[in-house]
């Protein structure tokens, strides 16, 4: 059964009234990680029992890392995806962390998504990590472009190129951001409409639509800011050559008032009714796209991922591409997400599947797995951009400086705010400067352990410097502390201790 999402928006609990009050609601979209499987919240329950679909949309697992994915993220995510009985579940093309084991480095998170290199070593990473992520969720999966404020050097594929390949091995769908598109074309000059030219548009799920704002020549996609005419531009190509099976407008903070909302929805939907498909070469169901390059992709065998799903294919050598048309019947061509999940018990059809009974997993074409000096390879880049971008070190050679101490700065401060959010009592105790202490620390003390346990050292290295000066803050701080943490902070011995084992326990 094939599911048509329409029309949605991405459901905040700052927000759940007035999202429940929208005219025309088709379905919401929800991060992952803030919904505990058995307690919904009242708004969403109320949601889901008018019929609105819900979709978990991921932002932690970290799939286009190093790394191989973490079993437990993915346990999470299907249970997730079942308890909601979503259709699908979504996450972002990106890497969240490095260092660790892989590099014998220290361990660091970045609280951000950041790009992948568009190379032919992270790409077989990134397959291998979908296809083992699509053998543990019970639905299919989509994943998302991101926007990016940084480029890495000597990329091999251009985003469409890259998104088409990886379609084309594992049969994963899109979940394609048009707001990201529009960033990555200010900030890194790709043309969004090439991107769409270059991409396997029968294997969109669905779309977002989200605003930002632009500083000093750089795009920042903030999810607070009203949406753009440029994006609506980048929603209207993709419009002209496909009608996507759903729409989500993202909001995440600086929410505006209900009529505002029902304004940009309302833009939304006037794209989608009069964009047309007049424009392009592709529309749902047909496989003509106009590449240019010459035509040297590799043939698909009658039943592999890449002839399923009329992707494109490409061979290594520079500037070559085709297409493989779509065979009807076989999932790819409705742009549609895939078989319901009403029963979660069936074994889901992907397109990376074979068609056997065991459910084998289809293995990958020779040359396109992930070998380990890949992984090596791709593990020491990622862990040397992030130590640049957050503790300091030196930067990578090939990239923009630049940009990387623009970069640095938004994790700063992103830092900041979601340690406000998850810890709110920390901005009340220490008040104005709050901010500005909080900084000081991050400088030299990267996040290794998300964002609560950050908040945690960051009062403890408060406390342990005889900080903040009050003692009335001080002593609110220490019982703060208290309550989550251990009966009285530690000593700076302590600490140092704790230093040195963990430094020890890195080599």
């Given amino acids: 059964m094939r599911h048509h999402l329409g029309t949605g928006i991405g459901w905040r609990p700052e927000i759940a009234e007035t999202v429940e009050a929208l005219p025309g609601l088709d379905w919401v979209e929800v991060v992952a990680e803030n919904i505990c499987p058995g307690h919904l919240p009242a708004s969403l329950q109320r949601l889901r029992d008018r019929g609105v679909t819900i979709v978990p949309h991921g932002v932690s697992l970290g799939i286009g890392g190093a790394d191989r994915p973490d079993a437990g993220r993915l346990a999470d995510?299907?249970?997730?995806?079942?308890?909601?009985?979503?259709?699908?579940?979504?996450?972002?093309i990106a890497f969240v962390r490095a260092g660790g084991a892989l590099t014998a480095s220290p361990a660091l998170e970045a609280g951000h998504l950041l790009p992948v290199p568009r190379t032919w070593d992270a790409l077989d990473v990134l397959c291998e990590n979908v296809r083992i992520a699509q053998d543990a969720l019970p639905v299919p999966l989509a994943l998302e472009n991101i926007a990016a404020l940084i480029a890495w050097p000597d990329e091999e594929l251009t985003e469409g190129q890259f998104l088409a390949e990886l379609v084309a091995r594992t049969g994963v769908r899109l979940l394609i951001d048009v707001a990201n598109l529009h960033t990555n074309h200010v900030n890194r000059g790709e043309d969004p409409a090439k991107a769409l030219a270059e991409l396997p548009l029968e294997a969109i799920a669905y779309v977002h639509v989200a605003g930002g704002v632009e500083k000093d020549g750089v795009w920042h996609d903030t999810h607070a800011h009203p949406v753009t005419e440029p994006v609506l531009n980048v929603l209207a190509e993709l419009r002209s050559r496909v009608d996507p099976p759903g729409v989500l407008l993202e909001r995440d903070d600086d929410f505006p008032p209900a009529a505002e909302l029902e304004a940009e929805l309302a833009a939304i939907r006037g794209v989608l009714t009069t964009g047309g498909l007049s424009r392009g070469s592709v529309s749902v169901g047909t496989s003509a796209v106009a590449r240019p390059g010459k035509a040297h992709g590799t043939e698909c065998a009658p039943g592999t991922p890449a002839a399923r799903t009329g992707a494109v294919v490409l061979d290594r050598s520079p500037g070559t591409s085709t297409i493989e048309p779509t065979t009807p019947g076989s999932g790819g061509g409705s742009g549609e997400p895939g078989p319901d999940s009403s029963s979660h018990g069936e074994a889901r059809a992907t397109e990376a599947r074979a068609d056997r009974p065991d459910g084998a997993v289809v293995p990958a074409p020779e040359g396109h797995g992930a070998s380990d000096a890949a992984r090596l390879g791709v593990a020491l880049a990622q862990a040397s951009l992030l130590s640049a971008l957050v503790a300091g070190t030196p930067a990578p050679e090939g990239f923009d400086t630049r940009r990387l101490r623009v970069q640095s700065r938004s994790l700063a401060a992103k830092r900041a705010d979601v340690v406000a959010k998850v810890a709110p009592e920390l901005p009340r105790i220490l008040g104005s400067?709050?901010?500005?202490?909080?900084?000081?620390?991050?400088?030299?003390?990267?996040?290794?352990?998300?964002?609560?346990?950050?908040?945690?050292?960051?009062?403890?290295?408060l406390l342990v410097a005889g900080r903040p000066a009050d003692p009335a803050a001080r002593q609110a701080l220490t019982r703060w502390w208290q309550d989550r943490a251990a009966p009285r902070p530690p000593t700076r011995r302590t600490r140092f201790v704790r230093a040195a084992r963990a430094a020890l326990a890195g080599r």
Avoid: I
């Avoid at 995510?77 to 972002?92: D, N, Y």
């Avoid at 901010?435 to 290295?461: C, I, N, T, V, W």
């Fill in 433 to 461: 400067g709050y901010r500005d202490a909080f900084l000081s620390y991050a400088k030299s003390r990267p996040m290794s352990g998300g964002y609560r346990r950050d908040a945690l050292d960051f009062a403890e290295h």
């Fill in 77 to 92: 995510l299907a249970a997730r995806a079942e308890f909601l009985q979503s259709p699908l579940v979504t996450e972002h």
